[in-house]
C-alpha cells in the first residue's frame, strides 16, 4: 500500500520534492491587491477591501450577513458571545475537532460537552446528540438544562470534518426542540453545501477560517456568517470596539471586541474568492483520483455525505486498523510525502479530560484508524 501510495501522490503533484499536506495558491490578483493597500498606506482597520471581502462572501455563501475576523477563532468567540453563551453554561460539540472550536468556549467561561460522531460525515452525531439530550437533560419554560449539574445547555456547535457537512436538518431540528442555539464550525468547509445550502448559513451563526492551510488564505483571517440582519449588525459593531460613528468622539456603547480583520488581509481574501471556483473544481478531481486509488482496497476514502456537496478541502482515507495506520503515516512521511492523523481527541486533553460526555465509540475508534493525505490544489507548490 504505502510505495504504490507515494508513487501515486507523487504522479499526482509531478513531484519529487517535499509534498505538504497543504499549500496555499496564489495565481491571481494577490500581489496586485496587497500592494494597493500597502501603497494606499490604508493596510490595518480602514480600507475598502474588508467591505468587498465581506460582501463576496455573503455572495458566495448567501450569508444574510458576514463580518469579517482576525481569525477563525475570533469569528467563533464572536459567534458564542452573540449566542448569550454566559460563564458556567454548556456548549455540546464534537470531540473530533481542532482545539479552536473548545477553547473559544473555554474562554466564555463555557464548558464544552461532547457527543459521537457519525461515521457518514465524521461530524456531531444527531442520533447521539438526541440520545444525549433524552438521557441528561431536561427542559423548562427558561431553556435546556444538564439534569446533574443544573448547568444551561445554551447551543449545540458542529464542525464540519475537513469539509464534509454534518447532518445540519437532523441537528437544527433537535435544536429546536431543545431550545438549543445551532452554532456551525465551518471553519474547514467553505465551497461546501448541505442540500444545496452553504455550510455556516443553517445554523444561527456560522463561523469560516482564512488560515495558511485552509482552502482559502488571508494569511490569518475568519468570517462570522449570521442569519439575522439584526445579529450581523450588532457582530460588527462588536468586534469593531463598539464603536459609535463619530467624526471624532471615541464612545463605545458596550464592551467591544477588537478583532477586526486588517485590510492588508482582506485585500488577499479578495484576491484569493477570485479562484475559489477553480480550487474547488481541482479539489474534487483530486478527491475522485484518490477515491479511484482506494476502491476494492481495504482503506475507504472518505467521500462526501449523501445530498451534500464538500469542498474536499482534507482528503482522508480511513486504515483497517491502527497498526495499519501507523505503518502508512511512518512510510509516507519518511518519503517526504506528507501525512498526519487526526487530532488528539479533545477529551483527551488536560483541559477538557473531566468533560461531560456522551458514548465516543465511533469518534475513538476513527481516532485510531483516519489518516489526511495531501490535498493541496496541484499546481501551488
Ligand atoms: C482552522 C480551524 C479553526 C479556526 O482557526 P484559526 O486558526 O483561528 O483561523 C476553528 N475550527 C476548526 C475546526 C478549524 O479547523
Same mark, same amino acid.
Given at each position: 500500500m504505502s510505495t504504490a501510495l507515494v508513487n501515486f501522490i507523487r504522479e499526482l503533484y509531478q513531484s519529487n520534492e517535499f509534498i505538504p499536506l497543504h499549500a496555499p495558491s496564489f495565481r491571481g490578483n494577490e500581489?496586485?491587491?496587497?500592494?494597493?493597500t500597502i501603497k494606499s498606506t490604508f493596510v490595518?482597520?480602514?480600507?475598502?477591501?474588508?467591505?468587498?471581502?465581506?460582501?463576496?462572501?455573503?455572495?458566495?455563501?448567501?450569508?444574510?450577513?458576514?463580518?469579517?475576523?482576525?481569525?477563525?477563532?475570533?469569528?467563533?468567540?464572536?459567534?458564542?458571545?452573540?449566542?448569550?453563551?454566559?460563564?458556567?453554561?454548556?456548549?455540546?460539540?464534537q470531540p473530533l475537532t481542532f482545539v479552536a472550536t473548545c477553547n473559544a468556549l473555554y474562554h466564555m467561561g463555557a464548558e464544552p460537552v461532547f457527543v459521537d460522531i457519525s461515521t457518514n460525515t465524521l461530524s456531531l452525531c444527531p442520533a447521539a446528540l438526541s440520545q444525549f439530550l433524552q438521557q441528561q437533560a431536561r427542559i423548562d419554560?427558561?431553556?435546556?438544562?444538564?439534569?446533574?449539574?443544573?448547568?444551561?445547555?445554551?447551543?449545540?456547535?458542529?464542525?464540519?470534518?475537513?469539509?464534509?457537512?454534518?447532518?445540519?436538518?437532523?441537528?437544527?431540528?433537535?435544536?429546536?426542540?431543545?431550545?438549543?442555539?445551532l452554532i456551525e464550525d465551518a471553519a474547514e468547509s467553505l465551497g461546501s453545501y448541505y442540500k444545496n445550502r452553504h455550510t455556516g448559513t443553517i445554523g444561527q451563526f456560522g463561523a469560516l477560517s482564512?488560515?495558511?492551510?485552509?482552502?482559502?488564505?488571508?494569511?490569518?483571517?475568519?468570517?462570522?456568517?449570521? #442569519?439575522?440582519?439584526?445579529?450581523?449588525?450588532?457582530a460588527k459593531h462588536l468586534t469593531t470596539t463598539a464603536k459609535v460613528p463619530h467624526r471624532w468622539e471615541f464612545y463605545h456603547d458596550e464592551p467591544g471586541f477588537n478583532y477586526r480583520l486588517p485590510n492588508l488581509?482582506?485585500?488577499?481574501?479578495?484576491?484569493?474568492?477570485?479562484?475559489?471556483?477553480?480550487?474547488? #473544481?481541482?479539489?474534487r478531481q483530486l478527491a475522485r483520483q484518490y477515491q479511484a486509488f482506494f476502491a476494492d482496497t481495504d482503506y475507504q476514502f472518505v467521500d462526501e455525505p449523501a445530498q451534500c456537496q464538500a469542498n474536499f478541502w482534507l482528503n482522508a482515507v480511513i486504515c483497517p486498523d491502527l497498526r495499519s495506520r501507523d505503518k502508512l503515516l511512518h512510510s509516507?512521511?519518511?518519503?517526504?510525502v506528507m501525512t498526519r492523523p487526526v487530532w488528539q481527541l479533545m477529551h483527551q486533553l488536560? #483541559?477538557?479530560?473531566?468533560?461531560?460526555?456522551?458514548?465516543?465509540?465511533? #469518534?475513538?475508534?476513527?481516532a485510531q484508524r483516519l489518516v489526511n493525505l495531501p490535498s493541496s490544489v496541484p499546481e501551488a507548490f
Open positions: 500581489l496586485q491587491y496587497v500592494s494597493e490595518s482597520s480602514v480600507g475598502k477591501f474588508v467591505d468587498e471581502f465581506e460582501r463576496k462572501i455573503e455572495d458566495f455563501t448567501g450569508t444574510v450577513k458576514a463580518v469579517a475576523t482576525v481569525n477563525g477563532t475570533a469569528a467563533l468567540h464572536s459567534a458564542l458571545y452573540m449566542a448569550g453563551v454566559h460563564a458556567g453554561d454548556v456548549v455540546i460539540t419554560d427558561q431553556g435546556c438544562y444538564l439534569k446533574s449539574s443544573g448547568q444551561r445547555i445554551r447551543a449545540v456547535m458542529p464542525m464540519h470534518t475537513f469539509g464534509h457537512p454534518a447532518a445540519l436538518d437532523e441537528l437544527m431540528q433537535i435544536c429546536q426542540q431543545w431550545q438549543l442555539i482564512f488560515n495558511g492551510n485552509k482552502i482559502i488564505t488571508t494569511g490569518g483571517g475568519g468570517m462570522l456568517l449570521c #442569519a439575522g440582519l439584526k445579529d450581523g449588525e450588532r488581509n482582506a485585500a488577499l481574501g479578495c484576491a484569493q474568492m477570485e479562484s475559489l471556483s477553480y480550487f474547488l #473544481a481541482q479539489k509516507t512521511n519518511d518519503a517526504n488536560p #483541559a477538557f479530560k473531566h468533560a461531560i460526555r456522551g458514548s465516543l465509540a465511533i #469518534a475513538e475508534d476513527l
